[in-house]
Structure formats: structure tokens, C-alpha cells
């Protein structure tokens, strides 16, 4: 190969410059005229004497390498002829090219220092021997047969194809600023040599590509053509290219880690790329995919990015890392070829977090399960990585505290032994349901015997209005009392009072059966006082489950326990039981409050035509007809149930009816002493009221059983059998105030 001229090399780095500079089409100077083919059309042929403008500008291939042997040649061609006679004198001399002369000179021998150059690229060959077929008739360059390839080009015979200059913009600087690694020829330089664009351009004066400088005695080259894509036969967009098998073939990689930086790095992984996408993967070293820096599992687009729902307690330092741990990273396009993207470093992000990391919401309910479920879903791929606690699965469900819709809870009780914390067994569910099934078997056998002894002597000197609250505020006290009890065991000194003794009230009682029992003497005896005692009781105590009932379904609905779908189908039994409990005593406790309103509003004849907001009309329309069905319903029971009293009843005690009996209504005192109307309307309220109750107490033991059930670590009622005396006596004590007092 030549040893370049500083200038010449100086002409390829300005082609090799105007070749990368493809974004802007206008910049290249291969494009600054268009291309108009010097043929030999004006050529003297007869006289074999051309202008050397004439000429065809000098091909690519010759004009990146020295040319000085190559204008040697076409200086020794010119000839100063006479192209003006006067007799015998000459008028007018001009420099001239002689043909023939021409294409002697360009030997085999002269040929063979330009060929190895020109022979890298099969265009830049094809351009070559096209110039030379213009000039002579030899069908070869060095030696017969070498140009056969070329004489005829195809868009294939580009062996890989081709591809756009700019793709050189891909490629990291420790690539491009490299040389290839045996001969240390420039990665430009090779890139130069395998260049073409999409149609020949001239980058020079286009109209006077060569010009005879008499003062040099020398020809000189005013223009080189570039090597077009159309010496193919085929066609594509104008622009820079080069010639990948030409490329590949030519510069020898350099895979030595000092240059591009270790397997890993964005260097490397730019330069692996590259070269995969330009010449493919067979020039590359083995594994070589494994290292990538590459968007993906590893590198997280920040696009893709996302925190977990509880994002507002993570603490500054967790959010903050993200930014420690963006890095830049190949994203590859559609060619294979890298751009550069940021990208978020999982394993370093990873290492920086576990579960511990964030508190608050983050460890709550459904936040917590998308934080373990984000977690999971983020870290659980990176090697060494061990950020989720041993029972992660179990906390990716609700757990029963998170089912639970207050936040405290009855822990077992624990004690030193020896040193050691040992902690007793909670009680059983079946002691916690057998618990309250005492209580309701000792108060049914209270009625059972007070309703036989009550048949001899009933006397009431106690008000019902009083023995109603006497009942009440017993309840109340019994469950003080064994909160009291509960809060003196160790570890469970902050469990809020009022809270558990509310709780206590919503337990399922026998009071309904206690009304029935009570009050429906079996000898024509009904005990008003009692039945209403009890009622005034069960009031005061249905109002102050209120407390916990409607937290329970707020919480219900807030969670999507309700109307959840899928989310919350795997729910256990137990929360349904629990949930829709709360759901069915509310809606009771409604129709309860409804039914008294009702009744209110007929026995007093509140005004029917106030004015009302729009659409209100409506809504009392079919309250009032549901009043009415509900009416006929009770009126139904309380028939069957005045029918049973007919002929036995003995009033006693204050005789008045259950509901709406304060004294001032006209039915009241108009049937004072028993009349049939008092009779049918006492009857129906007494039904009314004992339906409810049963109802309430239905949906209570629903309740009950699901929380027993759900709550069994969270709830360990230590010392259970005193509770259980305690609620007993109570209940005892109450049963006989309402009967027998
Ligand atoms: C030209 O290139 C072809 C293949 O690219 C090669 O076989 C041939 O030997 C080369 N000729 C010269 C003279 O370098
Ligand atoms: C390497 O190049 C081949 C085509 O030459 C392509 O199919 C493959 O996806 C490339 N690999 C990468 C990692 O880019
Ligand atoms: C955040 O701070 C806590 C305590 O200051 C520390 O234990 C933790 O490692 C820090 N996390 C990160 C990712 O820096
Ligand atoms: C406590 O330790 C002593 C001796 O170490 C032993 O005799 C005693 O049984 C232990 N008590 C209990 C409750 O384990």
C-alpha cells in the first residue's frame, strides 16, 4: 500500500467527515452538484486527442490513496498541440490529452500498487475498472481475469449489504478512535475505503474535473467522483453508506479489554452491539451476550419504573436511592444497534431494600401486600438477594388482624419461668363458644323455672322502665368488670376499656326468649312488665353495639369485603360470616328504628303533606308502603298470638302497649282495661318486638361465630372461666329483676 500524502489523507478525512455527517443531507459535499456524467462524447476520436476537462474525474478509490503515479501518468500523456495554423506558422497552442498515449500508461504495474486498496470494496473495484474501460479496451486491471467480478453488479453481489454511515453514531468513541488490531490502520480509514453513497457525486468543480498546470507542468485534479450505488443496477435513496462485508473483512476488532472496558460496561456493551449488528455475531467473543448492559430485567427503563401504592411512608433515603442507582444502558433499536437510555440498576437498586426498609402503611393490609407483592416482583431474581421476611407468602394475604376492623387485640398472656418467656395457650374457639352457650343455658333454665313460680305469685314493685335499665346497666357492669379482669393480666394492660366492654354488648342474648318466655304465661297470664323490661334492656344494648357493628361494616365496605369480586373471594369463612353478621344486624336495627318511626307517626298522625325535597315523595310512598306490608305481616303474628290469649288473658302488671305507650296516646287509655282493639294492638307490637329481637340476635350469633373463628390468636380471653361467671351471674341476676321483682 501507498505511504499516503499528509494532503491526501487530510481529502479522506474530509470525505470520511462528510460521510458520517449524514443527518444533514445538505452538508455533504458529495452532494453539492449533481452528477453530470463526463462521457467521451466531445472526444476527437479521429485525432485520439481530448481537453483534459474531458476526462472522467478520478475515481474514489485512487483519490483516497496517493495518486501522485497516477497524475504522472496523465501529466506524460499531454502533449502542447497546435490547433490553429497560419500557412506555415502555428497561431494557437494548446495542451491536450493523447489518448492513446493515456492508456499505455496505465500498466499492470502501475495498477497493482492501487489495486489492494481499490479491491476492498467490490464498488469501489467496479468504479475503478469502469474508468480504465473508458480509457483503452483492457478487460482486466493486474492480470487477465481479475476484474470479471465486477463487470457486471447486482444489488447481491454487495455480499452483506450495506448500511447507513450515521449507524457509525451508535458506536462508542474507544470503537471509533480505534484502529484495527494487525495492520493499525484507522477505524475511519477502513470505513473510508468501504464508503459509497447513494448515486455518484463530485466533490469538486464537476465542469472541469482536471486541469493542466503549466507552471507545475503537472495535471491536477480538481474533482473525484464518489462510488454510487447505482454501479448495481439497482436503486436506493441518496446518502452515505458503506459496504459491510468490505467493513468486516477490513478492520480486525480489537477485543482486549483496555480499549471498550470489562463485559458489563456501556462501552462494551455499545461495541459488542455494534459489531453484532454490523458484521455479526461470528466476529465476536463467546458469552459474549451474557454481559450486556442492555434495557431489560436487569437495566429497568424509568418508563417502566414504579413504587408500590404505600410510596408516601417509604422513607427519603429508600426513594432517594433510585437516583444513586440510575445508569445509562443500551437500548437496542430496530437494526441491533445501542442507544443510549437511562435505566435503573435492579441489583443495586435490590441490595439497598428490604421489607424493613419502609414501615407505616407499608406493612398494613392491602398496601402491604402490594409492597411484598412489588418487592417480590422487583428483588426476587437478583442474586443474594433475601429481603423478604420468612413468612412473606403468609403476609401477601389478609391476615385475621387485617380482618379484624379494630386494631387492638386480647394477647395470650405470657409469664417468666426460669428466665424464659413462656406464653399459655389461647383458649379454644369451642371454650369461647361454649362460654356464651352457658350463659344462654343458665338463663334459659332462670326463665324456665321463674315462668313455673311466677304462675303463684306475680307482683311487680319495681317500674319496667327501671328494671329495663337495671338489666342494662347490670350487662355493662359485668362486661367492666371483665375488661377489668382481662386488663390485669400481663400484657394486655393497654386494651382499650370502653372498646371491649362495647364489644361484650353486641354478644348474642337469650332476651327474646326470655320475652316469650316470660311473657306468655301459659295460663292466660302475660307478664307486660317483664316482656318490656327485657326490650327496654335489649334496647340500650343493641344501641351500644351500634359501636362496633357499624366500624365493622365501614371497614367491610372500605376494604371491598363486600362487593370485593375476586380480590377478596379467597376471604375465609369465617370474615364472610363476621362481615355479613355486622351487615344483617344493621339492616335489622334499621327495620327496627323504621318500624318504631312508623308506629310513631300513625299513633300521633304526624302531618303527611309537609313539604318535602323533590323526590321525597317518592321515597315515603314506598316507605310507607313497606310500613304497611310489614304491618299486615305483624298483624298476621299477632293475631295467631291473640288468638292463643283469648279468653286468658289477665292483665297485669302496667297495662299498656309495648311500643308508643308513653301515656298520651288516645289507644292507650281508650282500651285501658283490655279491650280487643288494646288486645290486637298489643298482641302485634309484642310479636313485632320479639321477631326483632330473635332477628338481632340471629344475626349477632352470625357475628360471634365468625369472630370467635377468625380472631382465635388475636383474642385469647385469658381467665375465660371468671368471664363466663361473671356474664352468668349477671344474666341470672337480670332474668329474675325483669320477671320477679
Ligand atoms: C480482491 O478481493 C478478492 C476478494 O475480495 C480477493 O479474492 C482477491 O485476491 C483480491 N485481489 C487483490 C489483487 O487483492
Ligand atoms: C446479533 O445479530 C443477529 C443478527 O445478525 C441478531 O439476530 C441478534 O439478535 C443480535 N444479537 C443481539 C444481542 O443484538
Ligand atoms: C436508610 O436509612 C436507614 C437508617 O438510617 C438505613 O438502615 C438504611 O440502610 C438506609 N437505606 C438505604 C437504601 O440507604
Ligand atoms: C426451674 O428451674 C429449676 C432448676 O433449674 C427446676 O427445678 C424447676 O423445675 C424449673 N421450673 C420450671 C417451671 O421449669
Excluded at 417502566?304 to 422513607?315: E, I, Q
Excluded at 344475626?699 to 388475636?714: K, P, R, T
Amino acid at each position: 500500500m501507498k505511504i499516503f500524502a499528509p494532503c491526501l489523507t487530510s481529502i479522506m478525512l474530509w470525505a470520511w467527515g462528510s460521510l458520517a455527517a449524514k443527518d444533514s443531507p445538505h452538508s455533504s459535499a458529495f452532494r453539492s452538484k449533481e452528477v453530470v456524467p463526463i462521457s467521451v462524447a466531445r472526444e476527437d476520436r479521429g485525432a485520439g486527442w481530448l481537453y483534459p476537462e474531458e476526462l472522467t474525474p478520478m475515481p474514489q478509490c485512487i483519490a483516497q490513496q496517493d495518486p501522485s503515479s497516477w497524475l504522472k501518468i496523465m501529466t506524460e500523456s499531454m502533449e502542447n498541440v497546435c490547433t490553429r495554423h497560419f500557412l506555415f506558422w502555428c497561431t494557437r497552442h494548446e495542451w491536450r490529452t493523447q489518448l492513446n498515449r493515456l492508456s499505455l500508461g496505465f500498466t499492470p504495474d502501475v495498477l497493482a500498487d492501487y489495486l489492494p486498496y481499490c479491491n476492498r470494496s467490490i464498488l469501489a473495484k467496479a468504479q475503478l475498472y469502469n474508468w480504465m474501460r473508458s480509457r483503452g479496451s483492457r478487460t482486466w486491471l493486474v492480470k487477465a481475469g481479475d476484474a470479471n467480478d465486477v463487470q457486471r453488479l447486482y444489488p447481491e453481489s454487495l455480499a452483506r449489504g450495506y448500511a447507513a454511515a450515521g449507524v457509525t453514531h451508535h458506536a462508542p468513541p474507544c470503537l471509533t478512535e480505534s484502529v484495527s488490531r494487525a495492520s493499525r490502520e484507522q477505524f475511519h480509514h477502513v470505513m473510508a475505503s468501504c464508503s459509497f453513497t447513494g448515486t455518484t457525486q463530485h466533490t469538486g468543480r464537476a465542469d472541469r474535473p482536471w486541469e493542466y498546470r503549466e507552471d507545475l507542468g503537472s495535471m491536477t485534479a480538481l474533482d473525484f467522483e464518489t462510488v454510487g450505488y447505482e454501479l448495481t443496477n439497482g436503486y436506493i435513496e441518496n446518502g452515505d453508506y458503506f459496504d459491510r462485508d468490505c467493513f468486516c473483512k477490513n478492520f480486525e476488532f480489537d477485543h482486549d479489554t483496555q480499549y471498550c472496558g470489562e463485559p458489563g460496561d456501556l462501552e462494551w456493551t455499545q461495541k459488542q452491539l455494534w459489531i453484532n449488528a454490523t458484521c455479526g455475531p461470528s466476529l465476536l467473543p463467546k458469552n459474549w451476550i451474557d454481559s450486556l448492559r442492555t434495557l431489560g430485567r436487569a437495566y429497568i427503563p424509568i418508563k417502566d419504573w414504579s413504587w408500590p401504592a404505600c410510596f408516601a411512608d417509604m422513607p427519603k433515603n429508600v426513594t432517594e436511592h433510585v437516583h444513586t442507582c440510575t445508569v445509562d444502558a443500551c437500548e437496542r433499536d430496530s437494526s441491533g444497534y445501542c442507544n443510549v437510555k437511562p435505566a435503573i440498576d435492579r441489583a443495586r437498586f435490590c441490595r439497598g431494600i428490604q421489607y424493613d426498609s419502609c414501615a407505616g402503611s407499608c406493612h398494613i393490609f392491602e398496601q402491604r401486600i402490594n409492597y411484598i407483592l412489588w418487592l417480590h416482583e422487583l428483588c426476587i431474581h437478583v442474586p443474594d438477594w433475601d429481603g423478604l421476611p420468612e413468612n412473606w407468602r403468609r403476609l401477601t394475604m389478609p391476615t385475621t388482624l387485617d380482618m379484624t376492623p379494630w386494631d387492638w387485640t386480647i394477647g395470650r398472656t405470657s409469664t417468666v419461668v426460669n428466665g424464659t418467656l413462656t406464653s399459655d395457650h389461647c383458649v379454644s374457639n369451642e371454650w369461647k363458644i361454649g362460654s356464651i352457650f352457658i350463659v344462654h343455658a343458665v338463663t334459659y333454665l332462670a326463665a324456665v323455672y321463674i315462668r313455673r313460680v311466677q304462675i303463684r305469685h306475680v307482683e311487680h314493685r319495681l317500674p319496667w322502665l327501671s328494671k329495663g335499665l337495671s338489666i342494662a346497666a347490670l350487662q355493662l357492669g359485668a362486661n367492666y368488670i371483665n375488661t377489668i379482669l382481662v386488663q390485669q393480666t400481663p400484657g394486655n394492660g393497654d386494651i382499650p376499656v370502653v372498646d371491649l366492654v362495647l364489644l361484650w354488648c353486641s354478644m348474642p342474648r337469650l332476651s327474646w326468649l326470655l320475652a316469650l318466655l316470660v311473657g306468655l304465661l301459659p295460663q292466660g297470664t302475660v307478664n307486660f312488665s317483664a316482656a318490656k323490661s327485657y326490650l327496654m334492656a335489649e334496647v340500650i344494648l343493641q344501641a351500644a353495639s351500634l359501636y362496633i357493628m357499624l366500624p365493622t361494616i365501614v371497614y367491610g365496605l372500605r376494604h371491598n369485603f363486600y362487593f370485593g369480586g375476586l380480590k377478596f373471594a379467597n376471604l375465609p369463612d369465617s370474615a364472610k360470616s363476621m362481615y355479613f353478621g355486622a351487615l344483617a344486624w344493621l339492616a335489622v336495627f334499621a327495620l327496627a328504628v323504621f318500624w318504631v318511626v312508623q308506629t310513631i307517626r300513625r299513633k300521633y298522625g304526624v302531618d303527611e303533606d309537609q313539604d318535602y325535597l323533590p323526590g321525597a315523595k317518592d321515597l315515603k310512598r314506598t316507605s310507607s308502603n313497606l310500613a304497611d306490608n310489614l304491618d299486615k305481616l305483624f298483624a298476621w303474628l299477632g293475631n295467631n298470638l291473640e288468638r292463643h290469649w283469648m279468653g286468658k288473658i289477665d292483665i297485669s302488671g302496667e297495662q299498656s302497649p309495648l311500643i308508643g305507650e308513653n301515656g298520651g296516646g288516645k289507644t292507650t287509655y281508650g282500651t285501658l282495661n283490655g279491650g280487643t282493639e288494646f288486645r290486637r294492638d298489643s298482641a302485634k307490637h309484642y310479636a313485632t318486638a320479639v321477631v326483632i329481637m330473635f332477628l338481632l340476635w340471629l344475626s349477632q350469633c352470625v357475628f360471634w361465630m365468625g369472630f370467635i373463628n377468625l380472631s382465635s390468636d388475636e383474642f385469647c380471653l385469658p381467665r375465660l372461666g371468671l368471664l363466663t361467671a361473671v356474664w352468668t351471674i349477671a344474666s341470672l341476676v337480670g332474668t329474675f329483676i325483669g320477671a320477679a321483682i
